[in-house]
T-cell receptor, first 114, second 115 residues
Framework: QQQVKQSPQSLIVQKGGISIINCAYE??????FPWYQQFPGKGPALLIAIRPDVSEKKEGRFTISFNKSAKQFSLHIMDSQPGDSATYFC?????????????FGQGTTLQVKP | EAGVAQSPRYKIIEKRQSVAFWCNPI?????LYWYQQILGQGPKLLIQ????????DSQLPKDRFSAERLKGVDSTLKIQPAKLEDSAVYLC?????????????FGPGTRLLVL
């Protein structure tokens, strides 16, 4: 119940294309869903996050779509660029009133080809 | 604003030896986290501090791992004795607090190789 399952494990996209990464969770108590971006040799950095009271959140080229009934959420990267090549992690946590402990997915390695 | 600092960046030790990692969080951040990231996997929380108190250490192998956060600022994570399976990147993160402000800021990590 504490797991967050992420797919695909790896993804290759052409420059300008759309990258889509999916995550699924079981624990309905989760109420905060961030996506982190990690470059080699660096720590993860928050990219975008959503709470379950909205179905979509967009920041620039990055969009989170959230389906509460299906317990799924996804990251869409529009107009993918070679600089987006990195590993992406979805995560989930129980928010206010709790410890904020993040449960991470397994990660998706994205390669954007020029 | 300075980010989360960690040292050393790399460490190679023999199994059964001991090792310690240091973390300095972002100034003013009350909550500090230590994560273990095994190659090809997502980070896994080992221990979470709120100021200098432990909030969650349910996944910390307490027979060999220990951590402290004296004075509610810097923190050290120790492994004694190390095992081969401890080879991983150890990430430190901090957040303003553990509830309302959820953004966790990660340091660059310490890459540990146990031979």
């Amino acid at each position: 119940q504490q797991q967050v399952k992420q797919s695909p494990q790896s993804l290759i996209v052409q420059k300008g294309g759309i990258s889509i990464i999916n995550c699924a969770y079981e624990n309905t108590a989760f109420d905060y869903f961030p996506w982190y971006q990690q470059f080699p040799g660096k720590g993860p950095a928050l990219l975008i996050a959503i709470r379950p009271d909205v179905s979509e959140k967009k920041e620039g080229r990055f969009t989170i779509s959230f389906n509460k009934s299906a317990k799924q959420f996804s990251l869409h990267i529009m107009d993918s660029q070679p600089g987006d090549s990195a590993t992406y992690f979805c995560a989930a946590s129980r928010g206010s009133g709790n410890t904020g402990k993040l449960i991470f997915g397994q990660g998706t390695t994205l390669q954007v080809k020029p | 604003e300075a980010g989360v600092a960690q040292s050393p960046r790399y460490k190679i030790i023999e199994k059964r030896q001991s090792v310690a990692f240091w973390c300095n969080p972002i100034s003013g951040h009350a909550t500090l986290y230590w994560y273990q990231q095994i190659l090809g996997q997502g980070p896994k929380l080992l221990i979470q501090f709120q100021n200098n108190g432990v909030v969650d250490d349910s996944q910390l192998p307490k027979d060999r791992f220990s951590a402290e956060r004296l004075k509610g600022v810097d923190s050290t994570l120790k492994i004694q004795p190390a095992k081969l399976e401890d080879s991983a990147v150890y990430l430190c993160a901090s957040s303003l607090d553990g509830t309302g402000e959820m953004t966790q800021y990660f340091g660059p990590g310490t890459r540990l190789l146990v031979l």
